[in-house]
Protein backbone atom coordinates (compact mmCIF):
# COMPACT_ATOMS: atom_id res chain seq x y z
CA UNK A 1 0.00 0.00 0.00
CA UNK A 2 1.34 3.62 -1.05
CA UNK A 3 2.23 5.72 1.46
CA UNK A 4 0.81 8.90 1.51
CA UNK A 5 2.34 11.95 0.48
CA UNK A 6 2.79 14.75 3.30
CA UNK A 7 2.66 18.12 2.06
CA UNK A 8 4.94 20.77 3.58
CA UNK A 9 3.90 24.06 5.22
CA UNK A 10 5.61 26.86 6.47
CA UNK A 11 4.12 29.35 8.18
CA UNK A 12 6.12 32.33 8.83
CA UNK A 13 4.87 34.40 12.00
CA UNK A 14 5.73 36.72 14.68
CA UNK A 15 3.43 35.38 17.39
CA UNK A 16 4.32 32.06 18.51
CA UNK A 17 0.62 31.32 20.16
CA UNK A 18 -0.71 31.73 15.96
CA UNK A 19 1.84 29.40 15.15
CA UNK A 20 1.15 26.66 17.95
CA UNK A 21 -2.78 27.24 17.13
CA UNK A 22 -2.13 26.85 12.94
CA UNK A 23 -0.31 23.64 14.17
CA UNK A 24 -3.02 22.83 15.61
CA UNK A 25 -5.74 23.14 13.48
CA UNK A 26 -3.27 21.52 10.34
CA UNK A 27 -2.54 18.56 12.61
CA UNK A 28 -5.80 16.84 11.32
CA UNK A 29 -4.36 17.19 8.10
CA UNK A 30 -1.62 14.92 6.01
CA UNK A 31 0.76 18.01 6.27
CA UNK A 32 4.27 18.25 8.04
CA UNK A 33 4.34 21.82 9.51
CA UNK A 34 7.38 24.71 10.12
CA UNK A 35 6.43 27.56 12.29
CA UNK A 36 9.02 30.26 12.08
CA UNK A 37 9.32 33.77 14.12
CA UNK A 38 11.90 35.71 12.17
CA UNK A 39 11.11 36.67 8.51
CA UNK A 40 14.83 36.19 7.82
CA UNK A 41 14.43 32.95 9.04
CA UNK A 42 11.53 31.95 7.51
CA UNK A 43 13.13 32.84 4.38
CA UNK A 44 16.06 31.01 4.79
CA UNK A 45 13.73 27.72 5.91
CA UNK A 46 11.58 28.02 2.53
CA UNK A 47 15.07 27.87 0.22
CA UNK A 48 16.12 24.88 2.08
CA UNK A 49 13.26 22.62 2.04
CA UNK A 50 10.77 24.62 -0.67
CA UNK A 51 7.57 23.72 1.66
CA UNK A 52 4.65 22.81 -0.90
CA UNK A 53 2.81 25.76 0.69
CA UNK A 54 3.90 29.52 2.76
CA UNK A 55 1.14 30.67 5.37
CA UNK A 56 2.60 34.38 5.34
CA UNK A 57 1.66 37.10 7.98
CA UNK A 58 2.57 40.76 6.86
CA UNK A 59 3.70 42.47 9.84
CA UNK A 60 6.68 40.51 11.31
CA UNK A 61 9.64 42.35 13.16
CA UNK A 62 12.48 41.81 10.95
CA UNK A 63 11.67 41.63 6.90
CA UNK A 64 8.03 42.72 6.11
CA UNK A 65 5.81 39.97 4.63
CA UNK A 66 5.33 41.43 1.20
CA UNK A 67 9.54 41.31 0.98
CA UNK A 68 9.41 38.05 1.54
CA UNK A 69 6.83 37.54 -1.55
CA UNK A 70 8.63 39.60 -3.73
CA UNK A 71 12.03 37.56 -2.73
CA UNK A 72 9.88 34.09 -3.26
CA UNK A 73 8.43 36.01 -6.45
CA UNK A 74 12.10 36.86 -7.85
CA UNK A 75 13.81 33.41 -7.32
CA UNK A 76 13.26 31.23 -10.19
CA UNK A 77 13.97 28.19 -7.22
CA UNK A 78 10.95 29.89 -5.33
CA UNK A 79 8.15 31.56 -7.42
CA UNK A 80 5.85 28.70 -7.91
CA UNK A 81 5.36 28.09 -3.84
CA UNK A 82 1.79 29.05 -3.63
CA UNK A 83 1.61 31.63 -0.54
CA UNK A 84 -1.45 32.24 1.81
CA UNK A 85 -1.23 35.35 3.46
CA UNK A 86 -2.69 35.31 7.43
CA UNK A 87 -3.15 38.85 8.62
CA UNK A 88 -4.51 41.59 11.06
CA UNK A 89 -4.33 43.99 7.61
CA UNK A 90 -8.16 43.46 6.70
CA UNK A 91 -9.04 46.73 5.30
CA UNK A 92 -10.48 46.03 1.86
CA UNK A 93 -7.54 48.09 0.33
CA UNK A 94 -5.11 45.42 1.63
CA UNK A 95 -7.25 42.49 0.46
CA UNK A 96 -6.73 44.16 -3.05
CA UNK A 97 -3.57 44.83 -2.89
CA UNK A 98 -3.12 41.25 -1.89
CA UNK A 99 -5.61 38.89 -4.32
CA UNK A 100 -5.10 41.51 -7.12
CA UNK A 101 -1.90 43.27 -7.40
CA UNK A 102 0.18 40.44 -5.57
CA UNK A 103 -1.81 37.82 -6.68
CA UNK A 104 -1.14 35.72 -3.64
CA UNK A 105 -3.61 32.58 -4.11
CA UNK A 106 -5.61 33.36 -0.90
CA UNK A 107 -6.07 36.45 1.82
CA UNK A 108 -7.46 35.46 5.16
CA UNK A 109 -7.44 38.03 7.55
CA UNK A 110 -7.44 37.26 11.78
CA UNK A 111 -9.15 36.32 13.07
CA UNK A 112 -10.11 33.27 10.81
CA UNK A 113 -12.34 30.39 11.43
CA UNK A 114 -10.39 26.99 11.01
CA UNK A 115 -12.89 26.04 8.80
CA UNK A 116 -12.30 28.43 6.32
CA UNK A 117 -8.41 27.91 6.60
CA UNK A 118 -8.44 24.54 6.38
CA UNK A 119 -10.83 24.95 3.24
CA UNK A 120 -8.59 27.10 2.27
CA UNK A 121 -5.36 25.01 2.33
CA UNK A 122 -6.71 22.12 1.03
CA UNK A 123 -7.89 23.74 -1.79
CA UNK A 124 -4.71 25.71 -2.85
CA UNK A 125 -3.35 22.27 -2.63
CA UNK A 126 -5.48 20.79 -5.04
CA UNK A 127 -6.51 18.49 -1.73
CA UNK A 128 -10.15 19.16 -2.57
CA UNK A 129 -12.93 16.15 -2.81
Known amino acids: MAEVKKHTIVYIEDDQGMIDLMKFILSRGNFEF ?6 QKGLN ?6 PDLLLLDLMLPDIGGWAIYQQMKTDPELCDIP ?5 AQGAP ?9 AKVQVYITKPFSPKELLKSV ?8
Open 34 to 39: FGVTEG
Open 45 to 50: LIREIK
Open 83 to 87: VIVVT
Open 93 to 101: IDRILGEHI
Open 122 to 129: NKVLGLEA
